[in-house]
């Protein structure tokens, strides 16, 4: 009798685990479902012609011509950056290297320690041809009453050439945070002209 009992409670307390763990796994389950649906979320914006979509966790500054969106997060030590120009091209054999130097002597003489660390003229972007540049640079906070330390930064720039003008797609971020960012380029790259 006694043998009875004990092996009805084993069976009760198989039948709670089975139930504990399927409560867990359905918790995780909604869990990681809220968790996609608030990261999935996006703000639409009209700009340049043009209608952008970017995460809603960013938040969209003022730009002066020729930047037709801005938009910042701040995710660890420095703030993400992501930026769509519009330029005309110049009347030159390649015009699209000519914008690319341009920005590279704007930047330089702008940001500390700029360095372009690679070139492809042969990338694509959201299913456009671009020609992509990525580059590094190092951002100090220029209050000398803070005490904190330079941010190494990571960059890429996306130039899609469109008629005769060509739009820059940069995102700006932390290096070390930049990989949990570079969703944001692809989803405003959506809304270039092709």
Not at 1 to 14: F, N, P, Q, S, Y
Not at 34 to 41: C, D, L, P, Y
Not at 100 to 127: C, F, K, M, P, S
Not at 163 to 173: D, K, P, S
């Amino acid at each position: 009798m006694i043998a009875e009992l004990r092996a009805r409670a084993r069976e009760r307390d198989r039948l709670v685990d089975w139930i504990v763990v399927a409560m867990i796994v359905v918790a995780l389950l909604v869990g990681w479902g809220v968790k996609a649906a608030a990261e999935g979320r996006t703000v639409t914006v009209d700009a340049g012609g043009l209608t952008f979509r970017y995460p809603a966790g960013w938040l969209r500054t003022e730009a002066e011509p020729p930047v037709l969106l801005r938009a910042e997060e701040w995710l660890g030590p420095a703030r993400s950056v992501i930026t769509v120009q519009r330029r005309p091209l110049p009347s030159l054999d390649n015009p699209v290297a000519a914008v690319q130097q341009a920005l590279t002597l704007e930047r330089a003489r702008a940001w500390t320690a700029y360095r372009v660390l690679e070139t492809d003229e042969n990338a694509t972007i959201a299913g456009r041809p671009a020609q992509r540049i990525a580059f590094g640079y190092v951002e100090a906070d220029p209050n000398p009453f803070l005490q904190t330390m330079p941010v190494v930064m990571y960059g890429e720039d996306y130039l899609v050439r469109a008629g005769n003008e060509v739009y820059i797609v940069t995102l700006t971020a932390a290096e070390a945070y930049y990989d949990r960012t570079r969703g944001a380029l692809n989803l405003v790259a959506r809304a270039l002209p092709r």
